[in-house]
Each structure stands twice: as C-alpha cells, then as structure tokens.
C-alpha cells in the first residue's frame, strides 16, 4: 500500500456566525487506485465569519498527520485517523499551508499575512511577513499562501496577491511575474521548484538562481463549477524523489502522476467528479514513499 492523503475544502457563504469549520481529508491507496476511506474534519471552535473552507494544508510531523482548519490545528492518528489532539491557533483566522521544519511545525495565514511555528504542541513564534495585520480585502495583503524549504534550509514564501516566491531567509524575490492565483509550491531538486497556477491550470518550473520559470504541465479549466471549485483548477504537488515523481491535484478531485524529469502524464486518478468540495492540498505517507 502507498498512501496519499488529499484534503477538501469547502466554501460556504452565509450571514450566519456560528458555522462549523468542516472538510474531509480523503485516504487513497496509489498501488490499487481506491479510496481507502474519507475522514471529516471538523474544527471544535465556531468560525466568527460567514466563510469557510473546511481542511486546507495538511503535513507530516512528529508521527501525526496535521490538518489547517480556519482556527485550529489538527492532529490525526496515522494509523486509525482518528483525532488526537488539536492546537488553537488564535487570531486571525485563515490558517491555510503546514510545512514541517526541523522541530517545528510552521502554519501559514492567508488572513494575516502571518506565519507560526509550533513546538511540543504549543505556539512558538509569530512572525509577520507584511501587509495588513486584519485583511479587508486581497488588495491589503500578499495572501501568504504556502511555505516551503530548499535543501540549504532556506525558507520560501508564495505570495499569491504578490505572484511571485520569496527567498524568506535572504529576504529576496526568486520568482516574480506568476499570474492567475499561483497556490503552491514544491521543491524537486537543489534549485528547482514548482508552483501550480490555479486558475489557469499550468504546473511552473522555476529556478531560485536564475528566476527563469517555464510551463511544463497544464490542463484547461473550464466553467464547471464556482470560484475554486471549476473544473481542472490546480492545487497541491508532492515530490517522490525515490521514484522521481510529481503528484498534482486538480478541482475538484482528480490527482495526477508525473514524471518529475519530463513531466509526462504517467497515471491519473478521478475520485470526485462534483460537489462543494475540491482538493486542496496532498501529503504522501512517508512510511509507504
């Protein structure tokens, strides 16, 4: 079995204030192409805004898989994925990408522009990255969407406002000029990494020397479906470097397999065809990868 975890989210406008951050996160098994099964994730803390977007960025740390709810961290047993603990992370709301580092758990706040590292289960630092502390709109902030590392221990911001990756260490822009809501990014070698251009469906490879970036990856996104939901919009990527593999979610539930070297289609999986929901982000099972 080679497990792959996918979470969902959903978005639910309404005047109401008492709504339930909700979303699932879905278990498939890559060797047999099933769904193992779909957890719900359900944060204990009432959602003080008429949004919602149920589970968001998920990662592995410390033996627990970590699910982004709007307030709260979750932490799910590998094993029965069941709730073992959870974190309350506090004002703003919008905690969006996990990234592990080291011995800290990072969460990015797309509300806030704000990142927080976690340590021992509990909130370490808070450090903001720019813009404004209380969102009232895209246009007040860089929507700090995902964090990652590069093999020298650097950190990287992807702006999606901003369209551009940030060498957050050395404090300079890598990559400038990414359009149509860039949403992740992921490393797949010392100097190369991708980022998904949501909206318009392409996969970019881009290089934090040179700042070159090339589309090596796309698939059309069509009007199937509101905002985030329409058909072919692209999310997550997760890197194998044992089998030289990218894996890449679209909306609202198809996962592809890439070959990491020329980006060629090497298998594809359509687990959800419709519905309020679509992917988000994608972690694969480091005991089966």
């Not at 370490?124 to 093999?151: E, L, M």
């Not at 997760?238 to 070959?259: H, Q, R």
Request: proline letters at 2%; charged letters at 25%; hydrophobic letters at 35%.
């Amino acid at each position: 079995m080679k497990r792959i975890y996918i979470t969902l989210a959903s978005r639910i406008d309404s005047d109401r204030t008492d709504i339930e951050d909700a979303g699932q996160v879905v278990i498939l098994d890559w060797d047999t192409k099933s769904v193992v099964k779909i957890v719900q994730v359900t944060s204990e803390e009432t959602v003080s805004s008429g949004r919602t977007r149920g589970a968001c960025g998920i990662a592995w740390h410390e033996g627990f898989i970590y699910v982004a709810c709007r307030q709260q961290i979750l932490a799910l047993d590998p094993d029965t994925y069941t709730l073992d603990h959870s974190i309350s992370m506090g004002e703003p709301t919008g905690y969006h990408h996990i990234g592990s580092h080291e011995d800290k758990l990072w969460i990015v706040c797309t509300g806030g522009d704000i990142k927080k590292s976690i340590v021992n289960r509990e909130v370490k630092d808070t450090i903001h990255v720019g813009g404004s502390s209380i969102s009232t709109g895209f246009k007040d902030r860089k929507h700090f969407n995902t964090i990652a590392w590069d093999s020298e221990g650097d950190c990287y911001h992807l702006y999606m406002q901003g369209n551009c990756v940030v060498n957050f260490t050395k404090n300079k822009t890598v990559v400038s000029g990414l359009g149509s809501m860039p949403h992740d990014i992921c490393f797949i070698n010392d100097d190369e990494f991708l980022v998904s251009e949501s909206a318009c469906g392409n996969l970019i490879k881009c290089n934090k020397n040179t700042g070159s970036k090339q589309t090596v990856f796309s698939r059309p996104v069509t009007t199937v479906g509101e905002g985030y939901r329409k058909m072919g919009f692209m999310r997550g990527i997760a890197f194998d470097k044992n089998t030289n593999t990218v894996f890449l979610t679209t909306a609202p539930g198809v996962i592809y397999e890439l070959d990491a070297s020329t980006f060629k289609e090497r298998d594809k999986l359509t687990f959800l065809n419709s519905g309020p929901s679509c992917t988000y982000d994608i972690l694969l099972d480091p005991r089966d990868w």
